[in-house]
C-alpha cells in the first residue's frame, strides 16, 4: 500500500512568519511530487512540483525534496492570511495516477 | 492549463437514486480521473477514465457502482449509483498535463449530498 503521510495540523503562523509543511512517502519509485492549495469549498490547486533532489523556488514558494529519505516538504515565505488553507502533498504512481496525503490545515494569524 | 468545468456543482438527492456527473475539458487531454473527497477528508482516486475503453477503477471501487464513460478526448461522465448516505462527497475529475511531468488539474468538484 503506497502511502503519503502529512501532519494534519492545523499549523498556526503569524502573518509575514515562515510556514513550514512536511510531508513522507513510502513508494521509493515515485518520482514526481506535488503540493496542491485547497480552500475551502473549493477544489485543489497545484502549486509546486518538483522532481529532482534539492530545492526548487517559485515566488514565495519552495519545495523541498530529499528522495533518499523519502521526504518532501514546502516553504511558504511572508506567509500572508491568504495562505490560510489546506495543503495536499500529491506523489505520482504508475499509471499516472496520484496518491494524496490526508492535508495539512495552514492557519495564518494577522 | 486546461479548462475544467463539472455539472451539476452540487445535488442534492435521495437515497437509492443515481446521479451523473459530467466533466468537460475545453482542449483534448490524454488521461482524465475521478476522485471523491468524503467530508473532512483527502482526494481518494476512484478510477482512471480512458477513452474508448473500460475505465480503470481502484481496489473499493467497483462498475456497478461508479459506471464511467469517456467517449472522447475532451469529456467524461460519472454515475454514482443506487447512491446511499455515505456517498455524500465532493466528487472531482482531474486531467493529466500534457507538460510531461505528470500533473494533474482539477475541476471545480461536484457536491452530491444523499438523504
Known amino acids: 500500500q503506497k502511502e503519503v503521510e502529512q501532519n494534519s495540523g492545523p499549523l498556526s503562523v503569524p502573518e509575514g512568519a515562515i510556514a513550514s509543511l512536511n510531508c513522507t512517502y513510502s513508494d521509493r519509485g515515485s518520482q514526481s511530487f506535488f503540493w496542491y492549495r485547497q480552500y475551502s469549498g473549493k477544489s485543489p490547486e497545484l502549486i509546486m512540483f518538483i522532481y529532482s533532489n534539492g530545492d526548487k523556488e517559485d515566488g514565495r514558494f519552495t519545495a523541498q525534496l530529499n528522495k533518499a529519505s523519502q521526504y518532501v516538504s514546502l516553504l511558504i515565505r511572508d506567509s500572508q492570511p491568504s495562505d490560510s488553507a489546506t495543503y495536499l502533498c500529491?506523489?505520482?504512481?504508475?499509471?499516472?495516477?496520484?496518491?494524496f496525503g490526508a492535508g495539512t490545515i495552514l492557519r495564518v494569524k494577522s | 492549463s486546461a479548462v475544467i468545468s463539472q455539472k451539476p456543482s452540487r445535488d442534492i438527492c435521495q437515497r437509492g437514486t443515481s446521479l451523473t456527473i459530467q466533466c468537460q475539458v475545453d482542449s483534448q487531454v490524454t488521461m482524465m480521473f475521478w476522485y471523491r473527497q468524503q467530508p473532512g477528508q483527502s482526494l481518494t482516486l476512484i478510477a482512471t477514465a480512458n477513452q474508448g475503453s473500460e475505465a480503470t477503477y481502484e481496489s473499493g471501487f467497483v462498475i456497478d457502482k461508479f459506471p464511467i464513460s469517456r467517449p472522447n478526448l475532451t469529456f467524461s461522465t460519472l454515475t454514482v449509483s443506487n447512491m446511499s448516505p455515505e456517498d455524500s462527497s465532493i466528487y472531482l475529475c482531474s486531467v493529466l498535463s500534457s507538460g510531461g511531468i505528470n500533473e494533474q488539474f482539477f475541476g471545480p468538484g461536484t457536491r452530491l449530498t444523499v438523504l
Open positions: 500529491a506523489v505520482n504512481s504508475y499509471g499516472n495516477k496520484l496518491v
